[in-house]
């Protein structure tokens, strides 16, 4: 069963725009990671936050968790045409590494 | 370092046939993932080993599919027989170890056409 729930489904912005995507989930999680995946490829990790962290950067991308709304956001500032891709959250309940993936964002960057 | 590699990239069968594959993990990682990726919807985890050992395959459709990690290194899943609904791209991931918390690494995927 899908524990993340991605909003939007899908969105198109304008490159050098900044690019929201949100994930709610259901249960208590020990961390919550955040994976791209360009078209027809495997995934590649993005970022992970804990469950006691409230906001993460690594370069461009800023992820907030909020687990009292159980819900992330992952920001893409100034993005390229280079990011478009799908983004899914992923949570971890701390069972042994097992990760329970939303039904991601699809992002289309025009140049 | 090398990534997680698999094969085939690409496979088409129709039902009722047998399919396997394969999989290499990152050197040294002790955890080893298999997903099932259905077309517009994220991973869904199949089975996960730890080492040679099988630690989650809740989710795995056990009539049919079959996976195996012998060694603790490479890892091969297989379909016997195969559905229309088994059409999907088949991931593999490893991490360095699943019992503490580590940013998995995934191949490319198989994409399994079912006709």
């Known amino acids: 069963s899908q524990q993340g729930e991605e909003d939007p489904q899908a969105l198109s912005i304008q490159e050098g725009e900044n690019a929201t995507m949100n994930c709610s989930y259901k249960t208590s999680i020990n961390n919550l990671q955040w994976y791209r995946q360009n078209s027809g490829r495997g995934l590649v990790h993005l970022i992970l936050?804990?469950?006691?962290?409230r906001e993460k950067h690594s370069g461009r991308l800023r992820v907030t968790l909020d687990t009292s709304k159980k819900s992330s956001s992952l920001l893409i500032t100034a993005s390229r045409a280079a990011d478009t891709a799908s983004y899914f959250c992923a949570t971890d309940k701390g069972q042994g590494g097992k990760l329970i993936f939303g039904q991601g964002t699809e992002l289309s960057v025009k140049p | 370092e090398a990534g997680v590699a698999q094969s085939p990239r690409y496979k088409i069968i129709e039902k009722r046939q047998s399919v396997a594959f394969w999989c290499n993990p990152i050197s040294g990682h002790a955890t080893l993932y298999w997903y099932q990726q259905i077309l517009g919807q994220g991973p869904k985890l199949l089975i996960q080993?730890?080492?040679?050992?099988?630690?989650?395959d809740s989710q795995l459709p056990k009539d049919r599919f079959s996976a195996e990690r012998l060694k603790g290194v490479d890892s091969t899943l297989k379909i016997q027989p195969a559905k229309l609904e088994d059409s999907a791209v088949y991931l593999c991931?490893?991490?360095?170890?699943?019992?503490?918390?580590?940013?998995?690494?995934f191949g490319p995927g198989t994409r399994l056409t079912v006709t």
């Open positions: 080993f730890q080492n040679n050992g099988v630690v989650d």
């Open positions: 991931a490893s991490s360095l170890d699943g019992t503490v918390t580590y940013e998995q690494y």
């Open positions: 936050i804990r469950s006691n962290e």
